[in-house]
């Protein structure tokens, strides 16, 4: 500060932040840049990280590095309110459909993907199954308790209703120790009468 001035810093929150993605993005669907369909991904990829815990380079999204563990910036939920609200702002039609299709709890941008090929409708791509839960922790019923390896677990998704968990792992495990703690997941999960689903990068090539 100078002579007890002191500087406002204004930032925008989570949902004009993601009104400001929609109005860039619909401005490259008018000039055919990208489809409609395409558009809606984005922006819904961009409301599910700033519910989740990670960040992308905000300078080079597709090839920077990426920053895990953080606090969400805010909640699907808490974005919707604000965006169902009269608002005049261009950018936030297709704000307020890509929040409608986000989730909270992503953990990475594989994840993101792999929550939008699950859940999209199929005209986006996307297989439309029932929405899962994120990294939410896995309890034990008691009769397991001293029978399980883990004392916790946090599937990537989870079909509660269904008895399915799926797990996404970037890096081949051809280890053994990954090998052993692998199969220790699924037994982990065997017991809880809970089938899991084992993703790699070679799923997300092909």
Known sequence: SCGGWHPRVFVEGPALALVSCGMDLERRVRRRQMSREAAVLRASAFAMELAGTYCRDPADPARGEIAY?????????????????????????????????????????????????????????????????????LSWP???????????????????????????????????????EDRRRQRDYALCDIDLVALTSKDSES
Not at 158 to 164: Q, T
């Open 142 to 180: 008691d009769r397991l308790r001293g029978t399980v390896c883990h004392k916790s677990m946090r599937p990537d998704f989870l079909w509660d209703n269904n008895g399915v968990a799926c797990e996404y792992d970037g890096a081949t495990h051809r280890e053994e120790d990954s090998f052993v």
């Open 69 to 137: 563990g953080l606090e969400a910036a805010g909640s699907a939920a808490q974005m919707g309110e604000w965006l169902r609200a009269p608002r005049r702002l261009h950018g936030i039609d297709l704000a307020r459909i890509a929040c409608a299709y986000a989730a909270d709890g992503a953990a990475s941008a594989m994840e993101t993907f792999w929550y939008h090929a699950f859940c999209m409708p199929p005209r986006l791509g996307g297989m439309h199954f029932a929405r899962p839960r994120l990294n939410a922790e």
